[in-house]
């Protein structure tokens, strides 16, 4: 009996019922008709429990999960339900999901046709890495009388891992290959000059830069030919992430280190298809999680697997056991991506020596965050005294942050200011440029 349910619809017949032996005590006449009408709600009920026991398996259903989760983004769930019974049924679908979202009023109702059967899906949405577990597949089966539900549970304790964004790579893929992000419009990158690598030598058709006529080769053939380059293949591009306190900051329920790891997917998704090398490492207040940047086919999955179960913590990061690592592990000019988050051109003048270190040996782009509510407070028509502060609060961290800019652009290195939202793509349209400038 532990999966026979009463519906509503059960508890407002007795209710009737109830009413109807009320008015039987004031109209003796009306006691015929209560009697009638409790016996006609007993017999639907005992109707309705053999229609829906009679048969052993007779709704079937999987939930269908995919491999892993995608952090941050929207993932698909689908649920495939059957009805074995012979006469239309109504479904009310209650997944047990992970604990981790916090949903305590999911259900979802369906409506399946005899012999046939529904499929559907749902939408998650994580905002941690890590495992995820799945409860009790449910589904409470009802007839059209509706007073009683049969309930059928399936697929106990599934475990399902949230990996850093991926669902999105495909995207990023076909956006890099043609030099153009989607990022207010259509931003084209435009080459400037060649990147080292000479391909072959081709007929010129017009379009073709006049710069690159191969003036001995025309001689030689009587027509106008031109040399073909390409991108400079076996980069070597280092991301390393700050898993300091500075990276706690919350922002649309991911903080600025998941940002920065979905980041750090993306770009090396970019890179690997354009035939570069991606190494990564993590820092606080020791360097961990280093994988060697190579482009060998699992490079990828190696990468997605050291970013995995990064955790912040409150230490604040040691830049200087920083620099001792790249200079001990990466001896050849290479691309250094940098994840941290500056707040005060304090906290980088106490840096500085060691960014510039780096810098002096590698391309140094350093990557950190706009304060979402702090641009909500600037340019706004402020009502109150209260409003007025806090606007030209706003506004002076904000101007702190450009001079944060100008300092490091002093020293020959790059950064990147942007929004967590807008990440993925400005650190690979920052990528691009460097390969389209042949400046690596």
Not at 122 to 144: C, D, H, M, W
Not at 261 to 290: C, P, W
Not at 335 to 342: A, E
Request: charged share 25%.
């Amino acid at each position: 009996m532990k999966n026979v349910f009463l519906n509503n619809r059960f508890f407002f017949a007795l209710f009737g019922v109830g009413i109807c032996y009320v008015l039987a005590f004031f109209f003796p006449i009306l006691m015929g008709v209560a009697h009638g009408f409790l016996i006609v709600v007993f017999l639907a009920i005992f109707v309705d429990y053999l229609l829906l026991f009679r048969e052993k398996n007779a709704v079937q259903a999987q939930r269908i999960l995919p491999e892993k989760l995608s952090n941050g983004d929207q993932n698909s769930i689908k649920v495939d339900l059957k009805n074995n019974y012979p006469f239309q049924i109504k479904t009310v679908t209650i997944d047990e999901i992970p604990f981790q979202f916090q949903k305590r009023d999911f259900f979802i109702e369906r409506s399946i046709e005899a012999k046939k059967n529904v499929l559907f899906e749902y939408v998650l949405e994580p905002k941690e890495r890590g495992e995820y577990s799945f409860g009790n597949l449910n589904i409470f089966a009802q007839t059209s009388l509706g007073f009683v539900s049969r309930r059928f549970t399936f697929q106990k304790d599934e475990l399902v891992p949230s990996y850093p964004s991926f669902i999105h790579l495909r995207k990023y893929e076909l956006m890099a290959l043609q030099n153009e992000l989607l990022l207010g419009g259509i931003k084209k990158i435009r080459k400037l000059g060649h990147t080292m690598e000479f391909e072959q030598i081709k007929d010129y058709i017009p379009g073709d830069d006049v710069r690159t006529i191969n003036w001995k080769a025309t001689s030689k053939r009587n027509q106008l030919m031109v040399n073909q380059f390409q991108d400079e293949k076996s980069q070597r591009i280092f991301m390393l992430i700050d898993k300091g306190r500075t990276m706690q900051m919350p922002f649309n329920g991911l903080s600025l280190l998941d940002y920065s790891i979905n980041a750090t997917m993306a770009l090396s998704h970019i890179i690997l298809k354009k035939n570069d090398r991606a190494g990564m490492m993590t820092f606080s207040k020791k360097a961990e999680n280093k994988v060697a940047a190579d482009n060998k086919s699992g490079q990828l999955k190696k990468i997605s697997q050291a970013l995995y179960n990064i955790q912040t913590n409150f230490f604040e990061s040691d830049f200087s056991r920083l620099y001792q690592e790249v200079k001990l592990h990466i001896g050849q000019r290479s691309l250094i991506v940098l994840f941290t988050n500056f707040e005060t051109l304090d906290a980088v003048n106490r840096q500085m020596k060691y960014l510039r270190g780096i810098a002096k040996n590698h391309l140094l782009v350093v990557i950190f965050f706009k304060n979402a509510e702090l641009q909500s407070l600037m340019n706004t028509n402020p009502e109150n005294i209260q409003a007025v502060y806090d606007e030209i609060i706003a506004e002076k961290l904000e101007y702190e942050k450009k001079l944060i800019i100008q300092q490091l652009r002093k020293y020959g290195i790059y950064t990147v200011y942007t929004l967590p939202e807008n990440l993925n793509l400005e650190v690979i349209n920052k990528y691009l440029e460097i390969k389209a400038r042949g400046i690596l």
